[in-house]
C-alpha cells in the first residue's frame, strides 16, 4: 500500500495544480514583483545612462 502522503496525485484522482496557476493566485507575489521589477529596471535603467555620461576634461 502506498502512503496518500507520497502517493502521485494520478492514482488519487486529483490534478496537479499547474505551476503558472499557483504563481497567479499568489497575490503577494504579484504585489512582490509589481514592485519589484520597476525598480530594478529603472536602477539598471539609471545606472547605464549614469555610465553614458561623457567624462569632462
Do not use: C, R, S
Amino acid at each position: 500500500m502506498a502512503n496518500k502522503a507520497t502517493a502521485d496525485p494520478k492514482d488519487t484522482g486529483e490534478e496537479e495544480i499547474p505551476l503558472m496557476q499557483k504563481i497567479l493566485d499568489n497575490h503577494f507575489l504579484l504585489l512582490f514583483l509589481g514592485v519589484a521589477m520597476p525598480t530594478v529596471l529603472y536602477i539598471i535603467w539609471g545606472v547605464i545612462e549614469v555610465a553614458q555620461i561623457p567624462i569632462a576634461d
